[in-house]
């Protein structure tokens, strides 16, 4: 059973960091490229970051560019997201998935509130 178990998040200030992690399992993990979304209340989900198979090639929102860092440990099945520089619109639950033919196929795990407030 394909699973993903999000962890890392809470309350932050502006301007400070985080780093998020995502355990996979069910899948042989590095045979697959991984995503992070976020979902702000009241709003669709939207893609924040990509990482390929080996991690050699990533790619980023506009939103988060610059900030933020995708990378992944294909020994312990694992992807992180290091948030820096965080802002108030940056506040939502932040979900992590394996891309599968291009797009996704798996139900989505719980997830991980990311509050930025002073």
């Known amino acids: 059973q394909v699973q993903f178990v999000e962890s890392g998040g809470g309350l932050v200030q502006p301007g400070g960091s985080l780093r998020l992690s995502c355990a996979a399992s069910?899948?042989?993990?590095?045979?697959?490229?991984m995503r992070w979304y976020r979902q702000a209340i009241g709003k669709e989900r939207e893609l924040v970051a990509s990482i390929s198979q080996t991690g050699s090639n990533t790619q980023y929102a506009d939103s988060v560019k610059g900030r933020f860092t995708i990378s992944r440990d294909n020994a312990k099945n694992t992807v992180y997201l290091q948030m820096n520089s965080l802002k108030p619109e940056d506040t939502a639950v932040y979900y992590c998935i394996r891309i599968f033919a291009g797009t996704v196929r798996d139900s989505w795990g719980q997830g991980t509130q990311v509050t930025v407030s002073s």
């Open positions: 069910g899948f042989t993990f590095s045979r697959y490229p």
